[in-house]
């Protein structure tokens, strides 16, 4: 079994989708006005942003987007206007993490993680 692709909703297809390319994702699919698929520069999922017709609700999910280097694209990213909730810190589950919001409000965190990503000290022996 393989993930293949997250969907959120969004109010504002446009701003969407602007966002989600400056963040780096690649369009792939665009059905106008209702549905758009990006994908992600490294791996096989892909991203998908379909148009609400009521209000959006993020709640409490995060999506996590790992990058090489969380101190330079959180950079990158805020010379073009975007912002974020917090600055790249370590925590202590052995991440580099920033936080911001997409436009519909969906938490969103740029981090870093290397092996630990799937190999923490904990992990559970198989």
């Known amino acids: 079994m393989d993930l293949n692709q997250l969907m959120i909703m969004s109010a504002d297809m ?18 106008n006005p209702h549905y758009a698929r990006f994908k992600c520069p490294n791996g096989n999922t892909t991203f998908s942003i379909h148009l609400s017709d009521e209000p959006i609700s993020p709640g409490n999910t995060a999506l ?11 950079m990158e990213l805020k010379e073009i206007g975007i912002q974020f909730r917090t600055d790249p810190e370590d925590k202590p589950w052995l991440w580099r993490e920033a ?23 904990w992990r559970l022996k198989e």
Do not use: C, M, W
């Not at 936080?99 to 000290?121: M, S, T, V």
């Open 99 to 121: 936080e911001l919001l997409d436009p519909g409000g969906h938490k969103l965190i740029l981090f870093h993680a290397g092996e630990n990503r799937k190999y923490p000290p």
């Open 14 to 31: 446009e701003t969407s989708i602007n966002f989600y390319q400056q963040l780096g994702l690649k369009l792939i699919v665009k059905s």
């Open 64 to 74: 996590y987007f790992e990058v090489e280097n969380v101190d330079d694209r959180v």
